[in-house]
């Protein structure tokens, strides 16, 4: 089952690439968690999204969950709902996006900012 969805996650992200032709792959780093079966079923996840955009040749950027919430609420102690709301008003959405798509957009605009910061000589993301 586990090897079905990685297949399908890795389809549908290769799906978007060829659809969208991003320049790079943003996502956030590994975070914390409870369950050891969470940590490898998200670790799984990731690995698939990560082969994907490398086999596609994007460069990958990483990010820390406080240093999203930093860049986009403002602290890196933002909850999930001060972000959505956040992103709303940031990119001027008719509606406060849930969660998952929140947390999406606010690696975009931090990936976003921090690149504006490197080419202004400001030290910005990491690359892996």
Request: aromatic share 4%; net charge neutral.
């Amino acid at each position: 089952r586990s090897s079905s969805c990685l297949v399908a996650i890795r389809d549908r992200l290769a799906e978007l690439i060829r659809e969208h032709e991003p320049d790079c792959c943003a996502l956030e780093s590994v975070i914390y968690v409870q369950s050891y079966k969470t940590a490898i079923a998200l670790g799984a996840a990731r690995g698939a999204a990560i082969l994907v955009a490398a086999e596609n040749g994007l460069p990958i950027f990483e990010y820390a969950p406080n240093r999203i919430k930093q860049a986009t609420v403002g602290t890196g102690a933002a909850g999930k709902n001060q972000v959505a709301f956040m992103v709303r008003a940031l990119l001027g959405l008719t509606e406060t996006p849930d969660a998952d798509a929140a947390d999406a957009l606010a690696i975009g605009l931090t990936h976003l900012r921090s690149q504006e910061a490197t080419r202004l000589g400001v030290p910005g993301s990491a690359q892996i």
